[in-house]
Each structure stands twice: as C-alpha cells, then as structure tokens.
C-alpha cells in the first residue's frame, strides 16, 4: 500500500490478505483501499523514535533525507523515498494460496523456455494476464503454476528467533518455537542473563487476555520490563509484573486505517466455545468482538471507532454482558459512555 509508481504482484499463502491478524472479513473491509487514492501522509510521526548518535553532528546527521527510519513500528520507512517511475498511484494484484515455488535470473529463465504473465489488467479474479514480453531482472515462478519477471522480490517470512549465536558453548533452556526460555523477570535458564523480544519465549503461565507475539510494540514492552528486572535484581527486590503482560494490546496502522488488537483477538486457545459479534460500515470501520460465556475475551477495531479504551475495560474486568446481547454493537448507543 505504501509504495507508488510500481506495479505489485502479492502473493500469499492463505485465502485472505493479514491472516496473522484478522479474518477474512476484515480482509474483505480492507481490500478497496488498494485501489483508492492515498490521502496526503501526516506532517510529523507522533510515535517515539530512537537513534543512536556519538556527537551531536552525528545526531543532525541522522535526521537528514535519506537516512532510514526507527527499526521499530510502523515508521520503518519514514526518510525512503517509495515511489517508482510509473504513473500511478498504486496498483496491487493478489494472487492467494500460493507460494514462490522457484527464483529465476534472467538466462535461467530463458533456458527453462517459460512464459511469464504480464501484470493482470482486470481487477483480481477477473481475467489473466498475456504473456510479457519484456526481459526482466528476476522471474518468481508460484507454486499455482504462474510466473511473474519483476524488478526486485520482497520475501516476508515472518519471524523466527535467532539464537544461535547464544548457544555454542552454553546450555540455554528454549522453549517449543526455539526461543530463550525466560521466567517471569525475563531471565533466561542461566543466571544472571536476561533476554527480551523476538529472541525469547515466555514460560510463565499468562494471564488469560494476553499471549506473546512477536511484534515491533511487545518487543519493546519486554526490552523496558527486563530492564526493571535487572535493576531490581541488583538491588535484591523483587520485581511486579509489569501491566504490559496483563491484556494482549497492538495498535498499527494497515492501509492508512487504524488498527487495533486486543486479547484473544482471533480467539487464540479459545475452542470452539466462543462467539463473534461483528459490525462494519463500508470504508469506515469495521469492528470483532470475541465473546466467551458472556465476557469480552478479545476485539478487533479498525477505523476510528474510539472503542478501544472502553473495550480494554471490559476485557480486563470481565463483566458479565450476557444481558446486553447485540445491543452491544449498536452503533445508536454510545457504549463509551454507559460503561464510564
């Protein structure tokens, strides 16, 4: 969404778009933002961001244009310049249910004697592409048989932790994704080494609205909580838990809506013995709550539906909204102020 003047085949491997983080409905909500026009981008970042800098030369230096942006969120890309030569705004064709089954550079494909499709002319699921007749850089061949030349590919695999650097010559517990086993202070099984973020794996029993998930906001969550432990370690105290821990909280920003994930979200760990309560209005908002005997388990908000704080409430809480029923989504009653 965020690059112009290119046209981008995206490939997926599930029937919808942000399988991670919402279902296909949402999916569905989000689509025609590929092919709307972008409003203009906000003047300034709000978000905190981090650089690291010797001198203060160093430190003017870093905010010059093209340099990258914070590592961590959704401003990675603040300082690149995302725009290609083309005339267009952006122009996305999915392609779901497949994978890249094979890299080709150029002498490489000619050999395999190949075709490629041009970029699909008609909306997705509309119509093929013709063969192309340009010579390109690299080919993806999909594991759906059909292959696209472009200029570069951007593989987003997700995220696995790297901790093979840390375990030649130590005897570090992992946990069943391959992360560092951390207690509830974030030390490993080896004293006195603490580990946060991507690279670990919670071996505490969570509460019963949060679960790890290794995402830019938890990771900083965890990086601030393990410096609490270890202050406190040194001082011999104890240290609490922090809140961060308490209710599974992410809020982002996909396709210029504002994103919010809340709890069992997906209803993660939760059965079959849930429900889901839906309301969307087209090109507004779109909003999932997961309910289990009668209490909040998780939410989904996307758009400006200003619910989120309400919503954290009664998920931490756990009220009993058995009564309310569907009412409970009525877009006529401002829920926000009956549960102030």
Request: hydrophobic letters at 35%; one cysteine or more; glycine letters at 8%.
């Amino acid at each position: 969404y965020e690059i112009e003047g290119c046209e981008v085949i995206w490939a997926i491997k599930d029937k919808a778009i942000g399988n991670t983080f919402f279902d296909a409905g949402a999916a569905q909500f989000l689509i025609p933002k590929l092919s709307a026009e972008k409003p203009e981008p906000p003047i300034a970042c709000k978000r905190t961001k981090y650089t690291m800098a010797e001198t203060e030369k160093e430190a003017k230096a870093e905010a010059e244009p093209g340099k990258t942006g914070s590592a961590l969120g959704p401003d990675w890309h603040e300082g690149l310049h995302l725009k290609g030569a083309k005339e267009l705004s952006h122009k996305v064709h999915i392609e779901s249910l497949c994978e890249i089954k094979k890299i080709y550079l150029p002498e490489e494909f000619q050999r395999s004697r190949k075709v490629s499709l041009a970029f699909p002319k008609a909306q997705p699921d509309e119509g093929n592409a013709g063969p192309d007749q340009e010579l390109w850089p690299v080919y993806a061949e999909l594991s759906n048989g059909k292959v696209y030349g472009c200029d570069f590919i951007v593989s987003a695999t997700g995220v696995v932790p790297n901790v093979q650097p840390f375990l030649e010559g130590n005897s570090f517990a992992l946990g069943q994704d391959g992360g560092l086993k951390v207690d509830k202070e974030m030390c490993t099984s080896l004293p006195d080494i603490y580990a946060a973020g991507d690279i670990c794996t919670t071996s505490w029993e969570p509460s019963p609205v949060w679960q790890q998930m290794r995402l830019w906001t938890q990771a900083r969550q965890m990086g601030w909580y393990a410096a609490k432990c270890m202050a406190a370690g040194a001082l011999g105290e104890p240290a609490e838990m922090d809140f961060s821990f308490e209710l599974f909280a992410h809020v982002t920003k996909f396709f210029n809506y504002k994103v919010v994930l809340l709890g069992k979200y997906n209803g993660q760990g939760l059965g079959s013995d849930h429900e889901l309560m839906l309301r969307c209005t087209k090109g507004q908002e779109y909003v999932k709550v997961v309910m289990q005997n009668g209490r909040m388990m998780g939410a989904v908000l996307i758009g400006e539906t200003d619910l989120e704080e309400t919503f954290e409430n009664l998920i931490l809480n756990q009220m009993d909204l058995s009564r309310y029923g569907e009412d409970l989504l009525d877009p006529n009653i401002d829920i926000e102020d009956y549960f102030d």
